[in-house]
């Protein structure tokens, strides 16, 4: 049995993405560092524990790890959320450790895409930190519209239908775009993959982008996965 560590800063609700994407022999284990949404210097914490998180993790088999949480990684910067895994990766053995978001830009690059349209339960300050954070990770976006989310109350009233409403109007006004990022915490698998079909782009959802940096890492086979990311990696293995 493989498995991969995740880090998720705050409660998970289940049922969840990540188990519809995980492979026979392949094992994920969570830990959470109980942010509490919307609330002053929680990343902060989150920050200051995520070393813990990562000791526990490792301690347990994992052999890579994905931070989760997007505005955690966008408010600290691509450069610095780099390094700050770079550092713990170094002091426990060379375990692989990534920021979901950074995790998403490669499968970005995977898929082909060079504008993508990001999509996000976020508002307008964190956006343009993800917009950031993507820049400075070598990507180019087409734009980025959010829901406007800024606590848990506000998060967990959203459903999916939302984000594919959204995401469907953005594409009309962003017609430069060549792929789709949608960033929740909610399940969004089915619509990314709905999306695929009816807009003819790829679309990389945050948990479908996590599960297939692991599996890479890992090493294990992901072809029976679905969307146009296993896809490709598939078509890359067979070449």
């Given amino acids: 049995m493989k498995k991969f560590g995740c880090v998720s800063p705050s409660v998970i609700g289940l049922p969840w993405d990540l188990h519809r994407l995980l492979p026979e022999g392949i094992q994920a284990n969570v830990v959470t560092l109980n ?75 995977a898929v082909g895409a060079k504008r993508p349209l990001l999509i ?10 993800i917009v950031a954070f ?41 017609r430069d775009a060549d792929g789709v990022f949608l ?3 909610g399940n969004l698998l089915d619509i990314a993959m709905g999306l695929e079909i009816s807009k003819s782009l790829p679309v990389i959802e945050q948990v479908q982008a996590t599960v297939w940096w692991a599996l890479t890492r890992l090493g294990a086979e992901h072809a029976s996965l679905p969307g146009r ?11």
């Fill in 229 to 239: 990311l296993f896809a490709a990696k598939a078509k890359q293995d067979k070449n």
């Fill in 35 to 109: 942010v509490r949404n919307g609330r002053p210097g929680e990343h902060e914490r989150a920050l200051g524990a995520m070393r813990g998180a990562t000791d526990v993790l490792i301690d347990e088999g994992a052999e890579a790890i994905i931070v989760q949480g997007v505005p955690v990684a966008a408010r600290r910067g691509f450069a610095a959320t780099r390094g700050d895994h770079d550092d713990l990766t170094a002091d426990r053995g060379a375990v692989p450790i990534i920021s979901s978001l950074g995790a998403s830009m490669l499968a970005l690059r």
């Fill in 134 to 174: 993507c820049r400075d990770a070598g990507m180019t976006v087409a734009g980025a519209v959010g829901l406007g989310a800024t606590n848990a109350k506000e998060v967990n009233a959203l459903t999916a239908a939302d984000y594919e409403r959204l995401a469907t109007r953005a594409l009309e006004t962003h």
């Fill in 120 to 129: 996000t339960q976020y508002d307008a300050d964190v956006n343009a930190q």
């Fill in 183 to 185: 960033s929740a915490r």
